[in-house]
């Protein structure tokens, strides 16, 4: 996905940035150094265990794909496009899969949910 830099965060290597589907905050885990105005082409990565039903909640019935701000917050809102057995799981931003990993009572597949993280990894896209 797409994400240009708006600004740098307090934390070693973290940034605010916009996507077409909104401002968020995360990790850049890049080589380059990420300056106002870069335009990067990164993947997202949410780390940690999420809990399904509170990390993980069903979105309101018009949602659409979705990145904000929320506090402290990032809030994904995307197509819940699967959970594994082992608990990996994949939200669909767009043409975009963001990978996770989740606990918890079942869901059901292919509706929009918000995923609510402190934290969100970007990883450089070499094509």
């Given at each position: ?39 990067l ?24 794909a ?17 959970i ?9 931003l767009g ?30 896209v070499?094509?």
């Open positions: 996905m797409n994400i240009q830099v708006l600004k740098r965060g307090l934390r070693h290597n973290e940034i605010y940035f916009l996507s077409a589907f909104g401002e968020g905050r995360g990790i850049w885990h890049g080589p380059e150094a990420c300056s106002p105005g870069s335009v082409e990164a993947e997202f990565e949410v780390p940690g265990l999420l809990m399904r039903w509170i990390d993980i909640v069903p979105a309101a019935e018009r949602s659409a979705a990145i904000a701000l929320d506090g402290g917050s990032v809030v994904l809102t995307g197509v819940l496009e699967s594994e057995e082992d608990g990996a799981g994949y939200l669909r043409d975009t899969l963001v990978m996770f990993e989740c606990l918890g009572e079942p869901m059901a597949l292919g509706g929009y949910v918000e995923l609510r993280t402190d934290a969100l990894m970007l990883y450089p070499y094509l």
